[in-house]
């Protein structure tokens, strides 16, 4: 089994709809959870990170976490183009070392 | 705030050469990350530093890729001889040394390797 897992889309949505993107994880000890943004040919691009149990809002981004269950979400209210593009979570499974487990990411678009 | 530097960006050679990458993480992070991107693939850690001492290298193909940070700031990552499976992307990162959750990474542009 992955550590982290996502599906890898593509995910497509209209314009300002709200996208949800999914990620499992299976070390149940696991701490600390972000979400990248990466463009095509580009770096990954921090959006949001959340450590307890519940929803982060950040403008657009609500991020959801459910430890009992595994699971972290990624929710991006009213859709926009230029939210088109890989999303990558990414899990702190070691507490210890701080390294970053990623998923493979999921691929979104969104449709004008 | 100047981001993460790394160069250079695009790096073509052939299968049995060396390669080296630089990184210069953001000012003041005392913890840098060296990453594999494989297209289509998450990142992969390859070897990770605090300050100037290694803390994880468990997935260095060490036969074949080095890395250095000496005096816990710039650091160098070298490939010889270089594999055609080595083609990727390698991200650099940096982060803050632990105090409460200064565990968020922040990328560089990265560089990308084509080995033929």
């Known amino acids: 089994q992955k550590e982290v897992e996502q599906n890898s889309g593509p995910l497509s949505v209209p314009e300002g709809a709200i996208a949800s993107l999914n990620c499992t994880y299976s070390d149940r000890g696991s701490q600390s959870f972000f979400w990248y943004r990466q463009y095509s040919g580009k770096s990954p691009e921090l959006i949001m990170s959340i450590y307890s149990n519940g929803d982060k809002e950040d403008g657009r981004f609500t991020a959801q976490l459910n430890k009992a269950s595994q699971y972290v979400s990624l929710l991006i209210r009213d859709s926009q183009p230029s939210d088109s593009a890989t999303y990558l979570c990414?899990?702190?499974?070691?507490?210890?070392?701080?390294?970053?487990?990623f998923g493979t990411g999921t691929r979104l678009t969104i449709i004008p | 705030e100047a981001g993460v530097a790394q160069s250079p960006r695009y790096k073509i050679i052939e299968k049995r050469q060396s390669v080296a990458f630089w990184c210069n993480p953001i000012s003041g992070h005392a913890t840098l990350y060296w990453y594999q991107q494989i297209l289509g693939q998450g990142p992969k850690l390859l070897i990770q530093?605090?300050?100037?001492?290694?803390?994880?290298d468990s997935q260095l193909p060490k036969d074949r890729f080095s890395a250095e940070r000496l005096k816990g700031v710039d650091s160098t990552l070298k490939i010889q001889p270089a594999k055609l499976e080595d083609s990727a992307v390698y991200l650099c990162?940096?982060?803050?040394?632990?105090?409460?959750?200064?565990?968020?990474?922040?990328f560089g542009p990265g560089t990308r390797l084509t080995v033929t």
């Open positions: 530093f605090q300050n100037n001492g290694v803390v994880d």
């Open positions: 990162a940096s982060s803050l040394e632990g105090t409460g959750f200064s565990y968020e990474q922040y």
């Open positions: 990414a899990v702190i499974v070691d507490f210890g070392n701080e390294k970053l487990t």
